[in-house]
Nanobody, 123 residues
Framework: VQLQASGGGLVQAGGSLRLSCVASGRTFSNYSVGWFRQAPGKEREFVSGINWSGTSTYSSDSVRGRFTTSRDSAKNTVYLQMNTLKLEDTAVYYC?????????????????WGQGTLVTVSS
């Protein structure tokens, strides 16, 4: 499956953005999806994920209550809605998929990756 992430940009602190991850090549509903981010000089970290049916989501402590993951199977798309953005949310955001139902936080367990989209939060 090929993934294409988009929706990043420059936003002021307190603002919102919605990232999209569009899949092609295979039936996306057979994949759970995770969103990760990587800031300069830091390791890639898990942000939020959704299982393949869309019935379960999980977010990291740092974004819980502010970020929400959802999916539209008809559009083969997973979204990351980011609200109340903070300066420390600045990073390149990646979507990743794995051919399993469970949401996992380790990037090594994902087989497919999008190219990343840059989110910059300014003061």
């Amino acid at each position: 499956v090929q993934l294409q992430a988009s929706g990043g940009g420059l936003v002021q602190a307190g603002g919102s953005l919605r990232l999209s991850c569009v899949a092609s090549g295979r039936t996306f509903s057979n994949y759970s999806v995770g969103w990760f981010r990587q800031a300069p000089g830091k390791e890639r970290e898990f942000v939020s994920g959704i299982n393949w049916s869309g019935t379960s989501t999980y977010s990291s402590d740092s974004v819980r209550g502010r970020f929400t993951t959802s999916r539209d199977s008809a559009k083969n798309t997973v979204y990351l809605q980011m609200n109340t953005l903070k300066l420390e949310d600045t990073a390149v955001y990646y979507c990743a998929a794995r051919n399993a139902n469970a949401i996992v936080t380790s990037p090594t367990l994902y087989n497919y990756w999008g190219q990343g989209t840059l989110v910059t939060v300014s003061s």
